[in-house]
């Protein structure tokens, strides 16, 4: 899974990125083909990912602000927010 613009951690202020640092590596929850799934991801790209998530994760909602929201199988079943803190998120969706 290639993600133009590199999978970064950024601090997010009411919903919105105030600063992302260089190119991730670690685990990350990332949209792939319509659902959230758990990713290893190196250097910024998506390298693996495994099934479909449950549990929470910050998403991005529209129209662009970011969220903490609950996951079930992949889906989003309710989201609190604008999230203010830090978050994995793809560069791609600024």
Known sequence: MKTPGGIARCDLT?????FCGG?????AILPQDGAYHLCDVTLGTARFCYGLYTGRAVVRQEPGSYARCDLTLGRITFC???????AVIPQSAE
């Open 23 to 27: 190119p991730y590596s670690g685990r």
């Open 80 to 86: 609190e927010g604008p999230y203010t803190g830090t």
């Open 14 to 18: 009411t919903g919105r990125p105030a």
